[in-house]
C-alpha cells in the first residue's frame, strides 16, 4: 500500500527504508545508502534507478561537493539537452535518483540472492511515490530488480528477457507508467562508451518529454 502525504510535506526517503538484518553475503553493509536529500514525494515524476552505491559515500548523487555519480548523471543529463549543475535541479524536474542494491558491491557481479533481497526495500521505496509516471532502468541489475517486483505484484516481468540494445526500442508499461530498460549513467565506463552515452540521452530525453504539461 501507498504511503500518503501532505502536498506540502517534505521528507528523506532514508527515514522510510532500512534494512534489519543485511542478509546479502557479496556487498558491504558499512556503505548502505538510501537518498538522504529532502523532498516532497508528491512531486516526483520519474524515478531513475541505477546499479549499487558507490564504494565511498562522498561520491554518492546526493553527498556535498561534486561526487562522482552525480557528475556522470549530470553530464547524461546535458547529453539529453538539459542545462543543469546540481542535484537539486534534478529533483526540480520531478526526477528521484536512487540504486536498486542500498549497499555498495564487494565484487563485480551482484548476485541473484541480492539482487531478490534488495528489491525488497526498492520496493518499499518506489511505493512513497504515488505519481510516478515513468521508470528509468539504468543497467541490468535496476531491470532485474524491478521486474522482480512486478512478478509478485502481478505475476509476470515488465521486461523482456535480452539484450537491453535489442529491447530498448520497445515500449513498455506497468499500469500508465512507462518503463525504459536502459544502461548505467554511474562510472566511468559511462564517460568512455559513446554509443551507451547516446542511448542513455535519448530515454532521459523521451523521459521528460512524457511529463508535457505536468512537468513544473
Known amino acids: 500500500m501507498k504511503e500518503t502525504f501532505s502536498k506540502e510535506i517534505k521528507m528523506k526517503i532514508c527515514d ?24 516532497n514525494p508528491q512531486d516526483i515524476r520519474i524515478i531513475m534507478i541505477s546499479e549499487a552505491p558507490p564504494a565511498e559515500k562522498k561520491d554518492y548523487f546526493y553527498a556535498p561537493d561534486n561526487p562522482f555519480y552525480l557528475q556522470t548523471t549530470l553530464q547524461a543529463f546535458r547529453d539529453a539537452g538539459e542545462n543543469i ?43 512513497l511515490f504515488p505519481n510516478l509516471k515513468v ?25 523482456p528477457s ?17 518503463v525504459f530498460p536502459s544502461y548505467t549513467q554511474t562510472g566511468k565506463n559511462y564517460l ?14 523521451e523521459a521528460i518529454l512524457i511529463l508535457g504539461s505536468s512537468r513544473f
Not at 89 to 112: F, N
Not at 135 to 159: E, H, P
Request: net charge positive; proline share 2%; glycine share 4%.
Open 192 to 205: 568512455i562508451e559513446k554509443s551507451k552515452r547516446r542511448m542513455i540521452a535519448e530515454d532521459i530525453k
Open 16 to 39: 522510510f527504508i532500512t534494512c534489519s538484518d543485511f542478509p546479502c553475503l557479496d556487498t558491504d553493509k558499512k556503505s548502505f545508502l538510501v537518498p538522504y536529500a529532502e523532498m
Open 85 to 127: 549543475s546540481t542535484v537539486q535541479e534534478i529533483l526540480d524536474l520531478g526526477i528521484y535518483l536512487t540504486t536498486a542494491i542500498k549497499c555498495g558491491k564487494t565484487q563485480y557481479a551482484i548476485s541473484t540472492n541480492t539482487i531478490k533481497n534488495c528489491s525488497e526495500l526498492l520496493e518499499k521505496e518506489v511505493g
Open 162 to 178: 535480452g539484450s537491453t540494445y535489442k529491447i530498448r526500442k520497445q515500449k513498455f508499461h506497468f499500469e500508465e507508467k512507462r
Open 135 to 159: 521508470f528509468l532502468l539504468m543497467g541490468d541489475v535496476a531491470i532485474r530488480s524491478m521486474n522482480y517486483i512486478w512478478k509478485r505484484q502481478t505475476g509476470s516481468k515488465i521486461i
